[in-house]
């Protein structure tokens, strides 16, 4: 999912460079529009990458903490 979020990062860049080079406001809308879908993706990302983290930790995790502390 980064990957399509740089891909529209991109995208939106160059629409954003048509946008100034034209005066053209479709391309600004348009702009702004990638850029929300990019967010979007980053966000749900972001939700996706904590809930494998938010998991109980394994007996191995335990006992390396358990080891670093003593």
Same mark, same amino acid.
Do not use: Q, S, Y
């Given at each position: 999912? =980064? #990957?399509?979020?740089?891909?529209?990062?991109?995208?939106?860049?160059?629409? =954003?460079?048509?946008?100034?080079?034209?005066?053209?406001?479709? @391309?600004? @809308?348009?702009?702004?529009? #990638?850029?929300?879908?990019?967010?979007?993706? /980053?966000?749900? $990302? /972001?939700?996706?990458?904590?809930?494998?983290?938010? %998991?109980?930790?394994?007996?191995?995790? %335990? %006992?390396?903490?358990?080891?670093? $502390?003593?």
């Amino acid at each position: 999912m =980064l #990957v399509a979020a740089l891909g529209l990062t991109i995208l939106g860049f160059a629409f =954003l460079v048509a946008a100034v080079a034209t005066g053209n406001i479709g @391309w600004a @809308w348009a702009c702004i529009a #990638v850029g929300g879908i990019g967010l979007l993706l /980053l966000l749900v $990302d /972001l939700i996706r990458g904590r809930g494998g983290r938010d %998991e109980a930790p394994t007996a191995d995790a %335990e %006992e390396a903490d358990t080891n670093a $502390d003593g």
